[in-house]
């Protein structure tokens, strides 16, 4: 059975620019959740996709937006990025909607 | 928004078991509580969850009071390698898209 995956691992970008995360999730898992982590606090809910449509979002401004596939592998797109936005990005995927299972996350850095 | 409060930091020695304390008063009937752990660098790993029954898996056990205004997570022999930062969450089933995770106790395994 093959695990939560993200890529890339790091990336660094500039004020102003968008970025693009991917995660792809465990096999048989058909939800898949985005967290925001910012160092030394506890993640923090971005939005959910269930079956390929959004399904919560938590507190976050519009340029944030993601996209789940067919094979319930999803993207996580920031636009116009802040230096707030450095952060490490986890994604969650689930079946039952009880068990989240997580990546290893993205560690974004934007100077 | 988080519901829980869990101390900082614990220190604990290797092969001793870690009783980890988590007060959630304000919990409504419907409400699970899950704990979760992250190693650094990590994300987060699903450890356990229980509605008001007491809970034990190969991880961990789950010891909720009758009131279920409080629990604790036992980790019955603690390895350094249980060295994290743990969560305590209170979920209802209305908001099974998302985990509101606040700052966590860091527990330190010490040989």
């Known amino acids: 059975e093959t695990g939560v995956t993200q890529s890339p691992t790091h990336l660094i970008k500039t004020r102003g620019q968008q970025v693009t995360l991917r995660c792809s999730s465990q096999s048989g898992h058909n939800t898949v959740s985005w967290y925001q982590q910012a160092l030394g606090q506890g993640p923090q809910f971005i939005f959910q996709y269930y079956r390929e449509e959004e399904n919560g979002r938590g507190n976050f401004p519009p340029r944030f937006s993601g996209l789940q596939f067919p094979n319930y592998s999803s993207e996580l797109n920031v636009n116009a990025l802040e230096l707030d936005d450095s952060a490490l990005y986890l994604c969650?995927?689930?079946?039952?909607?009880?068990?989240?299972?997580f990546g290893p996350g993205t560690r974004l850095t934007v100077t | 928004d988080a519901k829980t409060t869990q101390p900082t930091s614990m220190d604990c020695a290797e092969g001793r078991a870690a009783n980890l304390p988590c007060n959630h008063s304000?919990?409504?009937?419907?409400?699970?509580v899950y704990w979760y752990r992250q190693i650094h660098s990590q994300g987060p790993q699903y450890i356990i969850h229980g509605l008001k029954n007491n809970e034990t898996n190969e991880m961990a056990s789950l010891i909720i009071t009758e009131d279920r205004k409080s629990s604790t997570l036992i980790l019955p022999h603690a390895t350094l390698r249980d060295t994290a930062v743990y969560y305590c969450?209170?979920?209802?089933?209305?908001?099974?898209?998302?985990?509101?995770f606040g700052a966590g106790t860091t527990v330190t395994v010490r040989a």
């Open positions: 304000t919990i409504s009937g419907n409400e699970y």
């Open positions: 969450i209170v979920r209802a089933p209305r908001d099974d898209y998302k985990l509101s």
């Open positions: 969650a995927s689930s079946s039952s909607g009880f068990e989240q299972y």
